[in-house]
């Protein structure tokens, strides 16, 4: 779902990092492990690039809300690394973040719950791997 309308241009994740000024700055390492796709839109990310940028700490709401979207409707969504790894991204988002949308944060927390439900079903060994770490994008 795309929230910007048909005859606007989206911004880069650097045009909405330079207008959100309540977003702590990213440490240098997280800046530099983020640049190759600072210049993109959250719609052009694919899920690994989503995913990975969500949990070294890029939270912008175009990026959270479509994870959100994506979890909504398959809350165990994978971007490629385990099963779950797209909702464990937002595991980590931090509460300032949740405290200025709280619409979202609801959404997550009722998407948490349907994911635990959901992750009792997988084997035993795949059922823990939701609370790894999410790798790099070299992974």
């Given at each position: 779902m795309n929230e910007f309308?048909?005859?606007s241009i989206e911004p880069t994740l650097v045009e909405l990092m330079t207008t959100?000024?309540?977003m702590p700055r990213l440490a240098p390492e997280v800046s530099k492990r983020l640049r190759p796709i600072l210049n993109r839109t959250a719609s052009e990310l694919s899920l690994k690039e989503l995913t990975h940028a969500i949990a070294r700490g890029l939270c912008l709401a175009p990026l959270v809300r479509r994870a959100l979207d994506l979890v909504e409707t398959q809350p165990l969504a994978s971007a490629g690394w385990f099963a779950g790894d797209l909702l464990r991204g937002l595991v980590d988002?931090?509460?300032?973040f949740w405290r200025r949308h709280s619409e979202m944060h609801d959404r997550y927390r009722a998407v948490l719950r349907e994911a635990a439900a959901a992750r009792r079903n997988l084997p035993p060994e795949q059922r823990m791997d939701f609370?790894?770490?999410?790798?790099?994008l070299e992974s």
């Open positions: 309308a048909k005859d959100d000024s309540e988002v931090p509460q300032w609370w790894n770490p999410i790798p790099d």
